[in-house]
């Protein structure tokens, strides 16, 4: 079955820039979406189709996706920033996901 | 406002069924497939089911750890998904969450505890 992998946790001081990657074999060929899960609340979509942006998701926000390796990057992170992230992809009509990423600011 | 209302979740023995429910409002129900995501205590998100719209059939489709227990199904009229589970197995206790599914899961409900012990 296909893997997603995530680094188990980033950190970056505040005003920062962090970047959370996430490896899959031929990733560059999917597309990749990005969610956002603070404690206690349910997951957001923070960044879809590779590097797209939901209305209301601040710019800070952006993704990309080659190769083997999707990234999410926060720009000018802020202490709300702080949450687990997860990537997600389809394989053969199945969803999978990466086991997430928590992202401290420090 | 997008708003997606899973219940039914609960204590259950295992080896019992129970059946969880998605209540969606605010956008065109029958334009997107629904998944069920569940996340197990202190774990990561875990895939679980999704149905696809009518256009495209409203097939399914299982994560392997599943698949022969549980049913996914939708009732467009009531804007509401199911999700039938079977033989439920201590391994199923996690938080399970409904998703509105365009490609991305864009909308996300707050989720409903299931428990299975004895």
């Known amino acids: 079955s296909y893997e997603l992998t995530q680094p188990p946790s980033v950190s970056v001081s505040p005003g920062q820039t962090a970047s959370i990657t996430c490896s899959g074999y031929?990733?560059?060929?999917?597309?990749v979406a990005w969610y956002q899960q603070r404690p206690g609340q349910s997951p957001v979509l923070v960044i879809y189709?590779?590097?797209k942006r939901p209305s209301g998701i601040p710019e800070r926000f952006s993704g990309s996706n080659s190769g083997n390796t999707a990234a999410l990057t926060v720009s000018g992170t802020q202490a709300v920033d702080e949450a687990d992230y997860y990537c997600?992809?389809?394989?053969?009509?199945?969803?999978?996901f990466g086991g997430g990423t928590k992202l401290t600011v420090l | 406002e997008v708003q997606l209302v899973e219940s039914g979740g609960g204590l259950v023995q295992p080896g019992r069924s129970l059946r969880l429910s998605c209540t969606a409002s605010?956008?065109?129900?029958?334009?997107?497939?629904m998944t069920w995501v569940r996340q197990a205590p202190g774990k990561g998100l875990e895939w679980v089911a999704y149905?696809?719209?009518?256009?495209?059939?409203?097939?399914?489709e299982y994560a392997a750890s599943v698949k022969g227990r549980f049913t996914v199904s939708r009732d467009d009229s009531k804007s509401i998904a199911y999700l039938q589970m079977n033989s439920l197995k201590t391994e199923d206790t996690a938080v399970y969450f409904c998703?509105?599914?365009?490609?991305?899961?864009?909308?996300w409900g707050q989720g409903t505890l299931v428990t299975v012990s004895s």
């Open positions: 998703a509105g599914d365009s490609g991305s899961l864009d909308y």
């Open positions: 605010g956008f065109n129900f029958g334009d997107y497939a």
């Open positions: 149905i696809r719209s009518k256009p495209y059939g409203a097939t399914t």
């Open positions: 031929k990733l560059g060929d999917k597309f």
């Open positions: 189709q590779d590097s």
């Open positions: 997600q992809a389809w394989d053969s009509s199945h969803v999978v």
